[in-house]
């Protein structure tokens, strides 16, 4: 027996020491958000070459070494959470990070908005994302990731430019019956302004009766710039003149069956023109200026629902509004944030408003357990794990993002216990060995005496 014998138990106990010290820190991160646990592995360390009496070459091995230490990217389980910004990707992909120009990546979902509202990791560094095209309004991937910034200021008021109106006119109401009402509309300012939609029962027509309701829309004369406070009176959104005692700026016309199937604007037309949404005012006509400096948007009154059919009916049934939306709001103060599967950060304000801001981006790698560990849950790539390649959650090949939620440790406590027994009794073995190799050593040295 050689020294060698001494060196190669030397390696046996280096060995199950590092291993012993990689299941300690799997497990003193049993509870890391985001952390996953690393897995040793062990090569043979080449030794002397012989030859035996027959002529074949053999070899004996002089111990173990370390060949890796590699994060295993499994799945770690998903845990509710109470801040809206935290996320948990359950499929592929890692959050993208920036470090003062540095990219870093990490599974740990723990976000939040720093002082100048940037969208930063628990540790304080900025998330990435695609930034929000203003002039489209739509995400803008083209143009790479970058910081992600939440605005803390007010969002403008939006003035209307469309209004619906679920409504039916009583088909029981005699000619001449009236029914009138409030359609609320802001200007440019976000000031609301109560139009009024007037609307009078025509029937014209002799054998094949043609059944009319001709309608004005309205606001307040002292409303527009000029006027004075006391003026009386309504002012026609559609004619741009005072309007008059009996609607006639336009008519919805229906069929015998109470279905709308006409809608039109100034004098009847020789054929009825087939149902379409109408423009308020009609190109012909501006809008005139308002007393509060605001301006009010040419408008879409969308007679065309959703489902294709139309919302105005003309039954026999009393005369009323059902249902009423616009799209036009007051400025309004961020009142929170939410973050869709697909990464989609939005903010929502106290007018209602809800405002796409940017999408949080994931990185795919050729071989996720070839990323160099940085040290608090980050990683950075590496030749084994090839290229970062960048895309939002739920593309092709993408996971996708739970909001609310932290992804835990994916270390198992039984498998990492079963492992401190095996690198214990390795441990033990090799220890063994140099005690016996030191026995035998000093019985060679008493063979002299």
Do not use: C
Not at 335 to 340: F, P, R, V
Not at 393 to 408: A, F, R, T, Y
């Amino acid at each position: 027996m050689g020294m060698n014998t001494f060196s190669t138990a030397l390696s046996g106990l280096n060995s199950s020491t590092m291993g012993l010290n990689v299941v300690g820190n799997n497990l003193a991160n049993l509870n890391t958000v985001g952390f996953k646990e690393s897995d040793i592995s062990f090569s043979e360390v080449l030794g002397q070459q012989f030859s035996t009496p027959g002529g074949n070459m053999n070899h004996i091995g002089l111990g173990s070494q370390v060949q890796s230490v590699r994060a295993q990217f499994s799945q770690g389980g998903v845990q509710a959470s109470n801040n809206p910004l935290d996320v948990a990707i359950q499929g592929s992909g890692m959050l993208v990070l920036d470090d003062n120009g540095t990219r870093l990546y990490t599974r740990a979902g723990t976000m939040h908005l720093d002082a100048d509202g940037n969208l930063v990791s628990g540790g304080g560094l900025n998330v990435q994302g695609y930034q929000l095209d203003p002039t489209t309004g739509l995400i803008n991937k083209s143009g790479g990731v970058s910081d992600i910034i939440v605005p803390n200021n007010l969002v403008s008021p939006t003035a209307t430019t469309q209004f619906e109106l679920g409504m039916n006119l009583d088909a029981s109401a005699p000619t001449g019956s009236t029914f009138s009402t409030a359609v609320q509309v802001f200007d440019s300012n976000g000031t609301a302004h109560n139009a009024t939609l007037s609307m009078v029962k025509d029937i014209t027509g002799g054998a094949t009766p043609v059944t009319r309701w001709r309608f004005d829309l309205t606001i307040p004369a002292n409303e527009v710039a000029g006027a004075l406070p006391t003026a009386t009176g309504q002012l026609s959104l559609l004619t741009g003149a005072t309007a008059t005692a009996t609607p006639a700026a336009g008519a919805l016309v229906f069929d015998g069956s109470g279905v709308l199937t006409s809608a039109y604007l100034g004098a009847d037309p020789a054929t009825n023109p087939p149902l379409a949404d109408l423009t308020v005012p009609p190109g012909t006509v501006t809008l005139p200026a308002l007393g509060n400096g605001g301006t009010l948007s040419p408008m879409t009154w969308n007679l065309i629902s959703a489902a294709g059919t139309p919302s105005v009916s003309g039954f026999a049934s009393t005369s009323e509004v059902t249902a009423s939306n616009q799209n036009g709001s007051v400025a309004g103060t961020l009142s929170s944030l939410a973050i869709q599967s697909n990464g989609i950060l939005s903010a929502v304000f106290n007018n209602g408003r809800t405002v796409n801001l940017a999408q949080i981006a994931l990185a795919q790698f050729s071989d996720f357990n070839g990323l160099t560990p940085a040290g608090s849950g980050l990683f950075t790539e590496s030749a084994t794990s090839g290229t970062a390649r960048v895309g939002a959650p739920e593309d092709s090949g993408q996971g996708k993002l739970m909001s609310g939620s932290l992804e835990l440790s994916n270390v198992d406590l039984a498998t990492e216990l079963t492992k401190i027994i095996t690198f214990q009794r390795g441990y033990q073995a090799n220890a063994k060995m140099i005690t016996t190799a030191d026995q035998i050593m000093q019985e060679t040295l008493n063979i002299k005496q």
